[in-house]
């Protein structure tokens, strides 16, 4: 090993560097006391679930909204206002026609009843129909389950495989040309 000399000034140099990182770490602190600033406390709030309430109700989206930007609301309960029937698959599942606008196309949107509901509600092709329910993501699994528990045929489940969500519908209203006429549910 090669000699380079002595070494003895390197070993008075670790109390000077301690006692700067020691003040260095207080004036850190202390410009964060003197910068802070006050925050009020997280507050609970509680959530009326049983239906009675608006907050049930879910947020009323625009069409427009959901085309562009279904992500945004999976795991919310949203609501969607007088939109066009365009196709009904099985008991439970129909397509809404999510109008055109200046931008997009006409879009086709999934909503799948609750069986609950599917069996008191009868929705036709094109009533106007008001939906009430939580917005998930397709998956590969939902489509088998739906099949396997006859909510829609094997034929329909193409058209169900490429949705890439879905509205889960606790509550529909129906209203217009269907020979059906209109019917709610909740």
């Given at each position: 090993m090669a000699y380079f000399g002595s070494r003895r000034?390197?070993?008075?140099?670790?109390?000077?560097?301690?006692?700067?990182?020691?003040?260095?770490?207080g004036g850190f602190?202390?410009?964060?006391?003197?910068?802070?600033?006050?925050?009020?406390?997280?507050t609970m709030e509680e959530v009326d679930e049983s239906g009675s309430g608006d907050d049930y109700m879910g947020t009323t989206v625009a069409a427009e909204e959901l085309k562009t930007g279904a992500d945004a609301y999976v795991g919310q309960v949203i609501r969607l206002l007088g939109l066009e029937v365009s196709s009904t698959m099985g008991s439970q599942a129909f397509f809404l026609?999510?109008?055109a606008s200046e931008m997009?196309?006409?879009?086709?949107?999934?909503?799948?009843?609750?069986?609950?509901?599917a069996d008191s509600v009868r929705v036709g092709l094109?009533?106007?129909a008001t939906v009430i329910g939580t917005v998930m993501l397709m998956t590969d699994s939902i489509v088998a389950d739906w099949v396997d528990s006859g909510g829609i045929s094997?034929?329909?489940?193409?058209?169900?495989?490429?949705?890439?969500?879905?509205?889960e519908a606790d509550q529909v209203e129906t209203s217009g040309p269907?020979?059906?006429g209109g019917s709610a549910g909740s």
């Amino acid at each position: 090993m090669a000699y380079f000399g002595s070494r003895r000034g390197a070993v008075n140099l670790g109390l000077p560097l301690m006692l700067a990182t020691f003040l260095m770490l207080g004036g850190f602190m202390y410009w964060l006391y003197v910068t802070a600033e006050p925050t009020q406390p997280a507050t609970m709030e509680e959530v009326d679930e049983s239906g009675s309430g608006d907050d049930y109700m879910g947020t009323t989206v625009a069409a427009e909204e959901l085309k562009t930007g279904a992500d945004a609301y999976v795991g919310q309960v949203i609501r969607l206002l007088g939109l066009e029937v365009s196709s009904t698959m099985g008991s439970q599942a129909f397509f809404l026609d999510l109008p055109a606008s200046e931008m997009l196309p006409a879009t086709p949107f999934l909503v799948r009843m609750i069986p609950a509901l599917a069996d008191s509600v009868r929705v036709g092709l094109g009533e106007d129909a008001t939906v009430i329910g939580t917005v998930m993501l397709m998956t590969d699994s939902i489509v088998a389950d739906w099949v396997d528990s006859g909510g829609i045929s094997e034929n329909d489940r193409i058209l169900v495989e490429f949705a890439t969500h879905f509205i889960e519908a606790d509550q529909v209203e129906t209203s217009g040309p269907a020979e059906s006429g209109g019917s709610a549910g909740s």
